[in-house]
């Protein structure tokens, strides 16, 4: 694919010789299939992403919930008043916003950087790279409803929990067991460390192919200028995928910002500390779990959706001003 | 013509969201139960227990169909971890015509009319023979809604061995129980004597911010003459002194409590205590024998208390066969059927006649005391001195009352301070009821 | 110089092997753990050690899921099948569709609804499962409810867009010149051309949609139309825990995957690579 872009590139020059008025007559013609090949997609985004974003506005300014029998009451901007103000929400909430963004800031550097160096190590022209891109790779195709449990078990409390085990075997019996997901100290960590496994290998296959799209001569132009191995990487490799980091690092951020299924397994089936875990949306959907509560997960929905849009619009920003910079 | 465009989108979206709402508004409404011919085919939803419990369920639902031909009943079983939760989450009309609920959750289903009140659906006969817990469980602004199979039984474990091997003396009866003093002092006798330095399991694996906290440990509240709710009020009840006294007390216990990680703490002999449910018996008494001893939980100050309670059986509300489903929980309420559930899950029977057969939990039984503390049982709301088995609160703000307790016990075990996290529970228990109108 | 090189190739073996063997042991503890006895599972490095090895634990899972009330193991990879299957297909149907429009078509409107796709990307299905909870709680335990909310998707779209956006032109504007509409032409030319963003497409989705928890949870309870991943949590919810079938349950639940993965990794590998470096 990639060895003929520069063919198709040519062909696509020649493209804008061909007659104009023909050209412009089909593209009028375009309107009605256009529209009809976008709606499908369109009206399946309006109806199950954008809308329940105002629904979820409605639902917080009343008493609602599922099977209602009584009139719904309205409360107005309770919830949001309590989210902010109110220490019995304010202080959960805050907690599981704080915890999101400590998710983020370490999830997106650390998983970013590792699939970098794991792109880096795989791009040597040592023979059987393919056999270890495999082994990196696998994680990603498990879910993770089934990763959360294995890892339950590797960060299990007692000492036939095998990073006991191992951190046992290495300090040679000095240090006790820890409870790594019960500990506040040690539970987003044990948190960020599987969500790594599961998803690097995606970000690595990604900047991989990235790293093949360089033309071996700029390393060779490099190499006459006797640039050593880390001024290498960093006047040809980095600058050869920018973009395809930029990409990464979004896609990144939008995972880490919806991390749920892991923290809601590990709160309720491995006594993992709530207060150091919990999520934003482990907190919405708490809401309506454990309380029926629709009107509170509601307005948590809300505040986090804004957050969210106002984040990435931020960021997109001020990738691209970098890199047009 | 961007003015144009954005003419384009709005109303789409705006149509969108009116479909999408209009969606939701049609669903609503609850269905009222008919009483039916008592012919048909009924849908029964239980949770998923054991494999044993679910071959006992499954026996009897086929028992049901082959000793009638009247109705037909398909039964269904549900994922237990999400089985309370499902519930609430389904609108009435799609409710089965017979459901199993965890106890403490019937009062928030009649309050959002997911029930419908068993007289005349089901037999009078069946109603006479439930036991006391068993009806008080059920019963919900006077009406009963809601039979169980069996009851569920609270209490420590002691292994006999460890005990004298430390000498230290331990309770024989109810009126006996360990004064909070002489608990305190025992773990530390039987730490010292234990090469972990551990002398309690609470199984703690089960994850004290769920229904086992509240369950096992709300207890020692009641005990301690305080409670979780009076009159729609926390406040000033959960977070009174005596509350907080006898959750303190607990926390203070932690030190000698193994975490329990792998099950195993009691069972093995790694501590002498093990702080559990009547669920536990089949393999502890296969892993002690005769050093099993069953003994109260510790006197906080009022005489000791302990959790009750369990899963229980209802009529959904939309149930057009009322009279049919009545008839299947008159037959799933019998002796054998209540024998076999209770021979696969070591429960106390929830029938005078069942229970008065099982000899586990009569006198020389293997849980003879805690059988003897479910005879002196009371609801929440009318706790007396010589009452021992208290049911949790009867009331549609429960789900808040065992998620807010919950997660302060948790909390304060972790080591936050017990009378800021009772004081946050209290006020967001209130908070609750005032919001729904105290759930008039 | 050569001993450098080869000294530097043993090096890289090296930390390539570790970084392998640490990626790899959570994967083998899995699938080891599922021939053990529960208590050979969680047992330190012992974890490790193939003891005591028998399908005894494959056995228990396909027992307690084999009637009719609880619902059976294959019924459940069925529903599973059904479900990822209706939206990978649909999804590629609609999706591919819209991005075509996007990208090549030009109508009055097209940059600012473009512009709700791209914000809509950064929404997380978890932030709209509230509400929609609400909104479809009518249509409670169908295959249609885990169904419909996935079928259109923001990122989808973006993937079909950029694709298209850098493919060949010109072979398109000849269809077009040669009478062919604009449905046509990419039904006939651009599709056909465009195999490695369909086939990301179809993996991110089948991915996604395979290891679904959360909405099925909230919407499904009847044994009939529950997928497989939440069966899972159903047998690690029961105390004590049976780890040997939870980890023979969860081998069957990544297996087929895992399988397909590795018959076809070289184009799973290079269909995603190839289509996410057009960004």
């Not at chain 2, 209540?338 to 021979?343: C, G, L, Q, R, V």
């Not at chain 3, 899972?232 to 980890?247: C, E, I, K, N």
Request: proline content about 5%; some cysteine.
């Amino acid at each position: 694919m990639s060895t003929s872009l520069p063919a198709r590139e040519g062909a696509t020059a020649a493209g804008p010789s061909s007659p104009r008025p023909r050209r412009r007559n089909w593209r009028n013609r375009d309107r009605l299939p256009a529209i009809l090949m976008s709606l499908p997609a369109i009206v399946g985004l309006l109806v199950f992403v954008a809308a329940p974003f105002v629904v979820a506005i409605i639902l917080s300014f009343f008493n609602v919930h599922i099977g209602q029998v009584r009139p719904p009451q309205f409360l107005g901007a309770t919830y949001y008043i309590r989210l902010f103000t109110d220490p019995i929400y304010s202080g959960p909430f805050l907690r599981s916003l704080l915890n999101n963004f400590t998710f983020a800031i370490v999830v997106i550097p650390v998983q970013t950087g590792l699939a970098l160096a794991l792109a880096v190590l795989l791009n040597s022209k040592l023979r059987g790279m393919p056999v270890f891109r495999t082994f990196f790779f696998m994680p990603v195709v498990f879910p993770m409803a089934l990763v959360a449990v294995i890892w339950r078990l590797i960060f299990e409390r007692s000492d036939s929990g095998l990073l006991n085990a191992g951190v046992h075997f290495i300090t040679a019996g000095v240090a006790p067991a820890q409870d790594w997901l019960g500990s506040s100290a040690t539970a987003m960590g044990s948190i960020i460390l599987l969500s790594i496994w599961q998803g690097v290998g995606f970000q690595m296959i990604i900047i991989l192919a990235a790293l093949q799209e360089i033309p071996p001569d700029r390393y060779e132009a490099a190499q006459l200028d006797r640039a050593n191995a880390w001024q290498r990487f960093r006047n040809v490799t980095v600058p050869g995928i920018r973009n395809t980091l930029i990409f990464v690092i979004l896609l990144t951020t939008i995972y880490a910002f919806r991390v749920y299924d892991q923290v809601y397994i590990l709160i309720k089936t491995a006594s993992a500390n709530q207060d150091a875990v919990q999520t934003v949306l482990y907190q919405a959907t708490s809401a309506v779990f454990d309380q029926n509560n629709f009107s509170l997960a509601s307005a948590i929905t809300v505040v986090f959706f804004v957050i969210i849009v106002a984040i990435t619009l931020i960021q997109r920003a001020l990738l691209r001003q970098r890199n047009e910079g | 013509m961007s003015n144009f465009q954005r003419g384009r989108v709005w109303p789409l979206i705006a149509v969108a969201a009116a479909a999408a709402l209009g969606l939701a508004g049609c669903s609503s409404g609850g269905g009222t139960a008919a009483a039916g011919d008592g012919t048909g085919n009924i849908v029964i939803w239980a949770h998923q227990g054991q494999d044993s419990e679910n071959a006992a369920i499954q026996a009897a639902v086929a028992g049901f169909n082959s000793s009638q031909s009247k109705v037909k009943a398909t039964l269904k079983i549900l994922s237990s971890d999400t089985y309370t939760t499902t519930i609430t989450n389904t609108p009435t009309d799609k409710l089965p015509d017979v459901l199993e609920m965890d106890g403490p959750t019937v009062a928030a289903d009649v309050y959002n009319q997911k029930l419908a009140p068993l007289k005349g659906l089901v037999a009078d006969s069946t109603i006479a023979n439930a036991t006391g817990g068993s009806i008080a469980e059920g019963t919900s602004h006077g009406k009963l809604y809601a039979l169980a199979m069996y009851d569920s039984a609270l209490g420590i474990y002691g292994n006999k061995k460890l005990l004298d091997a430390a000498g230290v003396k331990y309770p024989t009866s109810i009126a006996t129980a360990w004064t909070a003093d002489e608990f305190t002092a025992a773990l530390k006798t039987l730490a010292a004597a234990s090469p972990t330095g551990k002398a309690l399991d609470i199984n703690e694996q089960y994850g004290l911010g769920g229904e086992w906290g509240t369950y096992a440990f709300a207890p020692l509240v009641w005990s301690a003459g305080g409670n979780l709710i009076e009159g729609n009020k926390a406040s000033g009840v959960l977070d009174s002194t005596k509350s907080i006294d006898a959750i303190s007390t607990f926390a203070s216990w932690k030190p000698y409590i193994d975490p329990n990680a792998d099950g195993n703490a009691f069972p093995s002999g790694r501590v002498a205590l093990g702080w559990g449910g009547h669920w536990l018996y089949p393999a502890y008494s296969k892993a002690l024998g005769a050093d099993l001893l069953d003994l109260p939980l510790p006197n906080m100050g009022t005489g000791t208390k302990t959790g009750a309670g369990s899963w229980t059986w209802g009529i959904g509300a939309g149930t057009k066969h009322g009279k049919a489903a009545g008839a299947f929980l008159d037959y799933l309420l019998n002796d054998a059927n209540i024998k076999a559930m209770t021979d696969a899950n070591g429960a106390a029977p929830a029938t005078k006649t069942a229970f008065a057969a099982d000899k586990t939990y009569q006198a020389g039984g293997g849980l003879a005391l805690f059988g003897e503390q479910l005879q002196h049982a009371c609801p929440s709301t009318a706790i007396t001195a010589d009452c021992v088995a208290v049911y949790r609160p009867v009331t549609p703000g429960y789900p808040t009352i065992t998620a807010k307790f919950g997660a302060a016990l948790s909390a304060i075990y972790g080591g936050a301070d017990t009378k800021e996290q009772l004081g946050n529970a209290a006020k967001a228990i209130d908070q609750n009821y005032s919001d729904n109108g105290d759930f008039k | 110089m050569k001993t450098r090189k080869t000294l530097a190739a043993v090096r890289g073996y090296a930390i390539l092997t570790v970084l392998a063997a640490l990626m790899f042991a959570p994967i083998y503890y899995l699938i080891i753990g599922s021939f053990k006895p529960s208590a050979e599972v969680l047992n330190g490095f012992g974890g490790f050690l193939p003891v005591d090895l028998s399908f005894n634990n494959y056995a228990k899972v396909f027992a307690s899921l084999s009637s009719d009330s609880t619902g059976y193991f294959l019924q459940y990879v069925l529903n599973s099948l059904t479900i990822s299957g209706v939206i990978v297909i649909v999804g590629l149907v609609i999706n591919s569709m819209a991005g075509y429009a996007f990208a090549r078509l030009e109508w009055m409107g097209r940059d600012k609804v473009f512009l709700i796709v791209v914000i809509l990307v950064i929404v997380p299905f978890e932030s709209a499962a509230i509400p929609l909870l609400f909104m479809l709680q009518g249509e409670r335990d169908t295959l249609l409810v885990q169904i419909i909310p996935f079928l259109a998707n923001a990122f989808s779209v973006y993937l079909f867009y950029t694709s298209f956006l850098s493919s060949n032109a010109s072979v398109e504007e000849a269809a077009r010149i040669d009478g062919l509409g604009a449905f046509g032409t990419f039904v006939r030319v651009v599709a056909p051309n465009s195999k490695p963003v369909f086939a990301t497409v179809a993996i991110l989705t089948f991915l996604s949609s395979w290891g679904q928890f959360l909405w099925p949870s909230l919407t499904t309870s009847d044994p009939a139309v529950r997928p497989l991943p939440l069966e899972m949590g159903a047998f690690s919810g029961l105390q004590p825990v049976d780890w040997g079938a939870v980890f023979a349950f969860g081998t069957m639940l990544v297996l087929p995957i895992l399988i397909l993965f590795l018959a076809f990794q070289r184009f799973f590998v290079q269909s995603v690579a190839s289509s996410a470096v057009k960004e």
